[in-house]
Nanobody, 126 residues
Framework: QVQLVESGGGLVQAGGSLRLSCAASGRTFRGCAMGWFRQAPGKEREFVAAISRSGGITHYADSVKGRFTISRDNAKSTVYLQMNSLKPEDTAVYYC???????????????????WGQGTQVTVSS
C-alpha cells in the first residue's frame, strides 16, 4: 500500500506559478513510478506528467510541455509538479498517482496506476 497526499493547490492569476507536492508513505517510494493527472469539471481525468523511479526519465503531455516540470526527492518520499505560465485551461483538480515498477520507466495512463491521492484544486483566473 502507498498513501499519497497532495498539497500546494490554490488560486492564481494567468501567467502565474504554483508548485504542487505529493508526499508518499507506506511501501518503498523508490520503487514507484509517479505521475500527475488532472480532471476538470465534466471532463475525463487526463495525463499531465510522469517520472520514473530514479527521476531519470520524465514525460509530459503536449499541453504542458515547456511550462510544467515534474521532479522527485526519494529521500523525502515526495514528488513535485512545478507549474509556470499557468493558463485558465489548466484549472482542474490535480491528482498524484503511484505504481510499483520493476524497471526504469514512465507511466502515462490512468488505468496503470494503482494508488491515488485525494487531489488538490488548482484554479487559474484570467
Amino acid at each position: 500500500q502507498v498513501q499519497l497526499v497532495e498539497s500546494g493547490g490554490g488560486l492564481v492569476q494567468a501567467g502565474g506559478s504554483l508548485r504542487l507536492s505529493c508526499a508518499a508513505s507506506g511501501r518503498t517510494f523508490r520503487g514507484c513510478a509517479m505521475g500527475w493527472f488532472r480532471q476538470a469539471p465534466g471532463k475525463e481525468r487526463e495525463f499531465v506528467a510522469a517520472i520514473s523511479r530514479s527521476g531519470g526519465i520524465t514525460h509530459y503531455a503536449d499541453s504542458v510541455k515547456g511550462r510544467f516540470t515534474i521532479s522527485r526527492d526519494n529521500a523525502k518520499s515526495t514528488v513535485y509538479l512545478q507549474m509556470n505560465s499557468l493558463k485558465p485551461e489548466d484549472t482542474a483538480v490535480y491528482y498524484c498517482a503511484a505504481d510499483y515498477r520493476s524497471s526504469e520507466t514512465v507511466v502515462a495512463t490512468v488505468v496503470r496506476y494503482a494508488y491515488w491521492g485525494q487531489g488538490t484544486q488548482v484554479t487559474v483566473s484570467s
